[in-house]
């Protein structure tokens, strides 16, 4: 599967961005899709993630302020962030999950200004 991240961009603390992910396949059969990221001398970390029974899992520090969501039919991953702070600068990560495989997208950079 190869998975094309778009949407970041440069955006002032409280506004918000619309990440989005596509995949060259279907994505129904995949078990677990999310958005990680990776800010500057940080180790990469978990944004939100959800199941192919839509089940979402959300990092602390996003909780509230972000929404992932899956397109099935489309195969899309998007993310969806509000309420952005600087401290969400980050290279943001596509991820595709199942037992027996794993998948990175490219990465897009988002820059939050204060």
């Known amino acids: 599967v190869q998975l094309q991240a778009c949407g970041g961009g440069l955006v002032q603390a409280g506004g918000s961005l619309r990440l989005s992910c596509a995949a060259s396949?279907?994505?129904?059969?995949?078990?677990?899709m999310g958005w990680y990221r990776q800010a500057p001398g940080k180790q990469r970390e978990l944004v939100a993630s959800?199941?192919?029974?839509?089940?979402?899992n959300y990092g602390d520090s996003v909780k509230d302020r972000f929404t992932i969501s899956r397109d099935n039919a489309k195969n899309t991953l998007t993310l969806q962030m509000n309420s952005l702070k600087p401290e969400d600068t980050a290279v943001y990560y596509c991820?595709?999950?199942?037992?027996?495989?794993?998948?990175w997208g490219q990465g897009t950079l988002v820059t939050v200004s204060s």
């Open positions: 959800i199941s192919n029974s839509s089940g979402t």
């Open positions: 991820n595709a999950w199942s037992i027996a495989f794993e998948y």
């Open positions: 396949r279907n994505i129904f059969s995949i078990d677990s």
